[in-house]
């Protein structure tokens, strides 16, 4: 059997004038990165802007196990499905981040027959967005360093500084340093902080911001930190919007690559969805919505976290809508939700089966609750046996929804052929696309209707530093912002050991953060890493490269 990266290096791409030649997209439009990827010129959205937009298709999927259940390979083989049926579809992805295509989670471009290709490109460097994204948070720490050392006009309060540095790399020993040391040529020396790139508000506003102009402004309402006398500092009054969007001003354009069957592919940013937002940028959206008829696009991890964040923050900043979700559920994640060891999952059992389909049950309501068309994609994996798929699909016909079995990993967009036809159905359903709650309510309320309506939570509680910040973000008068939950993805509550579909339990609000820049109020549950570690057999451990420049071991 051959692996995720020989499969992509056998592939008969195309060059990327012809991928962009098949969409409508001019030559003076293109900046190729090579032969097989490019970035789209803002020339092309002036030109196409009074274009209809097509269907908006949302993946996402059940509580899933640590390895994943396969929404970025069902994306791209529904994406290739749809084009086997005569449909005009472009994906819409996030781009992977160098902490679990290092670790142990993989990459962000599929896998099996329904990649997106040039696959170790992508995993890796791809077109320098990561590493801009960065460069651009790191010059504002550097800048309010410098600050602090060159007088502190502000009086900013050393103590009372939000906004740390961040890197594109599983790296436990940066969570928590100190800065400055070494004499007073070197700085103010106090405590700081590093988190992962995609965990970064800077990777959030790039992900929401509408054009380079709206970055820029989003840029400088960052809130950096507090003066002695209590005052908020934001980067626009350090003056390091401008710079920093100077630093960006290439990231912010989406990235066209393609996939194993040459179906085109807009992948631009990827900010975490259980601590972030964790969806693709909104630009790569809506033009992918006026390239095609269709457009497909994931949430990470289940729908508790990155499809109710996809529909009651970046649907609604974007003004769009879906016309379908496709809610992605495997047999080994209904059995590890059913009480099944993650390294028994594999194996045929009908009745852990059935004790986790309350799991499923659970996010198709959840997404219901949304006014929403939903489809069940049934991802079949190799072991998975024929009793099982049987009784999974009786539980699916009792929903009400439609419901389609997968196997794009192993066939490509052959395998997704009966997934493609349900979703086109849905989509010529009545959508009443409609959000869960209204911004204008107050914070508790918001996050309270997120907990019982989605994660099905008794009561919510909060920690007294929590409570103060909600009082701080209404004396700010930024409490009419939508909530990003921060949780873990792998159950309805904040306690990953609670699987399937616990009850009468209470969310515990630890801290809550304002990401004024991006537009949202963080809400942080359980314990949620914004810098993750690697594991002790990492995925770098495999990969390498040989004299030919040939890569191997990347999954």
């Known amino acids: 059997m051959l692996s995720d990266i020989e499969i992509a290096q056998s592939a008969q791409m195309l060059p990327i004038g012809e991928i962009a030649d098949r969409l409508g997209i001019l030559p003076e439009e293109l900046e190729p990165y090579g032969r097989y990827k490019a970035k789209l010129s803002e020339a092309v959205y002036s030109r196409l802007n009074s274009r209809p937009d097509g269907k908006l298709v949302l993946v996402t999927a059940i509580n899933p196990t640590p390895a994943g259940e396969g929404k970025t390979t069902t994306t791209v083989g529904l994406g290739e499905a749809m084009a086997k049926i005569g449909k005009r579809a472009v994906i819409a992805l996030r781009e992977p981040s160098l902490g679990p295509v290092f670790g142990i989670k993989g990459g962000a471009a599929g896998g099996g027959y329904a990649q997106v290709v040039p696959m170790e490109d992508i995993n890796l460097h791809f077109t320098g967005d990561m590493h801009a994204i960065t460069s651009a948070n790191n010059l504002l720490c550097a800048i309010l360093d410098n600050h602090l050392q060159q007088g502190n006009l502000l009086g900013i309060d050393p103590r009372r500084i939000l906004f740390t540095r961040c890197l594109d790399m599983n790296d436990r020993a940066m969570r928590n340093v100190i800065v400055g040391l070494g004499g007073k040529i070197n700085g103010m020396p106090r405590e700081d ?172 309501e959840n997404m219901q609750k949304y006014g929403v068309p939903v489809v069940v994609a049934i991802n079949r994996f190799g072991g998975d046996s024929d009793e099982e798929i049987e009784t999974l699909s009786r539980f699916c016909a009792r929903t009400g929804c439609r419901f389609a079995l997968s196997e794009v990993f192993a066939k490509g967009g052959d395998g997704g052929i009966e997934l493609a036809k349900a979703v086109v159905e849905a989509c010529e359903d009545t959508s009443d696309f409609r959000p869960l709650y209204d911004t204008e309510l107050p914070v508790r309320e918001k996050i309270s209707r997120i907990a019982k309506e989605i994660y099905g939570a008794a009561d919510v509680s909060y920690t007294v530093s929590a409570e103060k910040m909600i009082q701080e973000i209404e004396r700010l008068g930024k409490a009419g912002l939508p909530v990003c939950m921060a949780k873990t993805q792998y159950s309805l509550s904040d306690d990953p050991t609670k699987l399937g579909r616990p009850t009468g339990f209470t969310i515990h609000v630890k801290d809550i953060r304002l990401s004024a820049g991006a537009g949202f109020i963080v809400a942080l549950t359980g314990d949620i890493m914004t810098m993750p570690g690697l594991p002790k057999d990492p995925a770098a451990y495999h990969i390498d490269v040989d004299g030919d420049g040939h890569i191997s071991g990347l999954f």
Do not use: W
């Open 193 to 364: 902080h590093f988190m992962i790139t995609v965990a970064s508000e800077v990777m959030a506003i790039l992900c929401l911001a509408a054009d380079l102009d709206d970055l820029k402004k989003r840029l400088g309402d960052i809130l950096v930190a507090y003066t002695f006398s209590n005052t908020p500092v934001y980067a626009r009054d350090l003056q390091a919007q401008g710079a920093m969007a100077a630093l960006l001003k290439d990231a912010i354009k989406p990235n066209l690559v393609q996939t194993l069957e040459n179906t085109p592919a807009l992948m631009h940013g990827g900010p975490f969805a259980n601590i972030a937002h964790g969806c693709n940028s909104i630009r790569a959206t809506k033009l992918a919505l006026k390239l095609a008829d269709y457009t497909i696009t994931e949430a990470g991890f289940g729908s508790d976290l990155g499809a109710e964040k996809f529909l009651d923050i970046k649907c609604r900043i974007a003004g769009i809508a879906p016309s379908a979700i496709v809610l992605v559920a495997t047999m080994r994640a209904l059995k590890y939700n059913g009480g099944v060891p993650k390294a028994e999952t594999g194996i045929p059992n009908v009745e852990a089966l059935k004790r986790g389909l309350v799991n499923l049950e659970a996010h198709v």
